[in-house]
């Protein structure tokens, strides 16, 4: 059997970035520089680094960015007249509210509430429905991240079986749109599927969206299988450690110093047997802030009827 091709996610990211860059640098030429603005409530670590990663690229693609820094006790209407500004502002062409939100805060109603000329993470209805009857518009980054590297390394996903296992609003559910708008025959499994090995054994594309540790084992893979882990699980036991990296030397010195690794839905295991995978790190989620980079540019376009 041929080695897998590992789908570098961050290789992939520079691509986009730089083609993000110069889209940017023409339309800076042009008088317009499109514009991201972030709303970060409270301050919780890993939400404060992601957005802190989201401004930092902005900067170094020639984007303009702003972020909002309300405290944790911020109010649902206090947060909605934020909003209500930014969609008024002609210099902000993409909204990004990082989520998760304090529990008291209405989440639904706040997503709902910015333009979906704006909504660059796509969770819109508006975007949402746009994507289920394949019109164009702003899609959800980490699965439009999925396609545009499927895209550009040139796996065909028409006529293939695909499953998700997954049903996010996030993840699942628009990855297994963009699939079937992509002429491929999408399987979506979750956590009611009875028997899925069945169904992910069948897969000649098998994307999973779970959130547990090495979850798909190589048992129940298809050799020659493309396999797309979007998973970010952190393991903080040697025991783990051991199963999913036994003869890796660099993971267990990562474990020793810092106290956990971070594994994929996919055991590694089951990797040896694709025909293409995505590593954990540097694979999936790579992608989604180049895609996030790419969907402001494309919404300050699309706002200016290009
Ligand atoms: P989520 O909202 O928790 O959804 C998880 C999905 O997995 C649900 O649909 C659930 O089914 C299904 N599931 C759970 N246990 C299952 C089981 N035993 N068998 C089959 N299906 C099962 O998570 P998410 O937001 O979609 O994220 C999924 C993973 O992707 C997480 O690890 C997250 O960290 C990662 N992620 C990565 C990126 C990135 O940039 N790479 C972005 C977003 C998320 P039910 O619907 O039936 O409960």
């Known amino acids: 059997m041929q080695m897998p091709l590992v789908l570098d996610g961050v290789a992939i990211a520079a691509e986009i970035k730089a083609e993000v860059a110069i889209e940017a640098g023409e339309m800076i030429a042009r008088g317009v520089r499109p514009g991201l603005a972030v709303i970060l409530v409270g ?9 802190r990663s989201k ?29 209500a500004e930014l969609n008024a502002r002609a210099e902000i062409d ?10 008291h805060v209405d989440t639904k109603r706040l997503l709902e509430a910015v333009s979906p000329e704006k909504d660059v993470d796509g969770f819109h209805p508006v975007n949402v429905g746009r994507l289920q009857s394949g019109q ?9 991240g999925v396609m545009e590297m499927l895209r ?10 695909a499953v998700v296992i997954g ?34 054994r069948e897969a000649d594309v098998l994307v999973a969206a779970i959130g547990r540790p090495g979850f798909v084992t190589a048992e129940m893979v298809r050799p020659g299988a493309v396999l797309i882990d979007v998973g970010i699980n952190r393991v903080t036991d040697a025991a783990s450690v051991q199963r999913f990296f036994p003869h ?4 267990a010195a990562a474990f020793q110093k810092r106290g956990s690794v971070v594994v994929g839905d996919i055991d590694p295991a089951a990797f040896a047997l694709s025909s293409a995978y995505t590593p954990v790190p540097g694979g999936v989620g790579a992608l989604t802030i180049a895609m996030l980079m790419s969907n402001t540019v494309k919404a300050a376009k699309l706002r200016r009827g290009a």
């Open 136 to 144: 164009p518009g702003l899609q959800p980054c980490t699965p439009a």
């Open 248 to 251: 890796d030397a660099g993971r």
């Open 94 to 103: 993409g909204i990004l509210i990082q989520l998760p939100l304090p529990a």
């Open 167 to 200: 049903r996010s609003e996030i993840v699942g559910k628009p990855m297994a749109m963009l699939l079937l708008n992509a002429s491929a025959t999408v399987t979506v499994c979750h956590s009611r599927t009875r028997d899925l090995a069945r169904f992910t």
């Open 43 to 51: 301050s919780v670590a890993a939400s404060e680094m992601y957005v």
């Open 55 to 83: 401004v930092k690229t902005c900067g170094e693609l020639g984007l303009f960015s702003e972020m909002l820094t309300p405290p944790e006790s911020v109010t649902t209407d206090e947060l909605l007249r934020m909003v």
């Open 152 to 161: 550009r390394r040139e796996i065909a996903v028409a006529g293939a079986n």
